[in-house]
């Protein structure tokens, strides 16, 4: 997948912006702080999840001043059929999305037709931050794969569990054990068909993950990543459905009252998460920052690799500020790395430092130069550099 061209209007720092990209499989954005760069890589990734990767809320991204933003790019698959993609957001109207002109009603539908996989300073939140965070990760990638399955089964989880923690807070109304029965036996329905996927995408990353942690690590060093379930037992056959469901039911029904004093349903999907592991000990405990940005690097390759086996579609790499952050030597193995992976778009502050892992790839760069100007942001190409 590539990006030809984007446009923005009203974006963040940007009154109005027409970037076209050439068949270089880089593309730099150079610049100073505050700048607008990270609100380029912002704008694409939007176009992937209808979602901020800072998590910035939709009236947050309109330019401030203006009441609307428009992001619109044309894009070119593996089949080399090129579309025409765009979201728009209105403080008004809300958010509107198109796909080759038409419009698509649910995000859903709209999801995972441009792939964007994205590093960035905060990925280290994998690995520190809470296992919300880890959840979102993996709940992001199942939801882009081959089929709208996972998507679906999580809408319907999230809805489910809705349902069943507003009859919980109301329990002492209407006692009613049998309607709370009823939401039970639907969300071990969603229930499992998650856990189930969740359990496939492990074991899949994980020779990945492995993989490039041993090319990129010069020590002899084991990683690993483990599902953790806080009502699956281990005795459990995760191919066995109705054992599965069997045991989410009756671990509903044991903390029935623990539930109803809290009112939200405390064991679930919603509640599990994934452990990440240096040489057997849990990576955020026992690590150090170095070996830890390592990890997140990795994972994200593991990302990549697997949405583009799974969908058949190289995704587009987004690559925010980590490079500077990279030593000399993980600088030019993650660079070698990238070479074989499509269309990478990269911020920086310091292009200098850079300058020589793209002078060994003979200059297949596209660079732009990004300025802060009175009205916002502009992003000049730069042709000879
Ligand atoms: N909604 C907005 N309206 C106008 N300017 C914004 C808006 N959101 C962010 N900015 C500006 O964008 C700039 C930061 O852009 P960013 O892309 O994060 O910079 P960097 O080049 O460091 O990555 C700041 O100057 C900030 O004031
Ligand atoms: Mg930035």
New binding site residues.
Partial sequence: MKINRLQLKNF??YQSLDLHFSANPFIVFS??????????L?AIYLLATTKSFRGARNS?????GADSYFIQSEIVDNMSDSHKISVGFSLQFGKKLTFDQNEIEKVKDFYGSFLGVVFSPGDLQLIDGTPALRRKFVDNILSKSSNHSYLNSLISFNHTLKQRNALLKNFANHKDKNSLHVWDRLLAESAYQLIKARFVFVDKIIDYFRDFYNAISLQNESVTIKYISNWLLSNCDIDNENQCKDMFLSILEQNFEIDIRNGNTQFGPHKDDYALFLNQKPAQFSTSQGQKRTMVLCLKLSEYSFLRNNRNEEPILLI??VLTELDAYRKDFFFEILRNKGQCLI?T?HFENIQGSWKSMNHQVDLFE?R?ILQ??QANQVIEV
Avoid at 60 to 64: A, S
């Fill in positions: 963040r720092s610049g100073q702080n505050g700048s607008g760069k990270t609100n380029i912002e947050g991204l309109v330019k401030e925010d500020d911020t502050t990004v802060k916002g942001s």
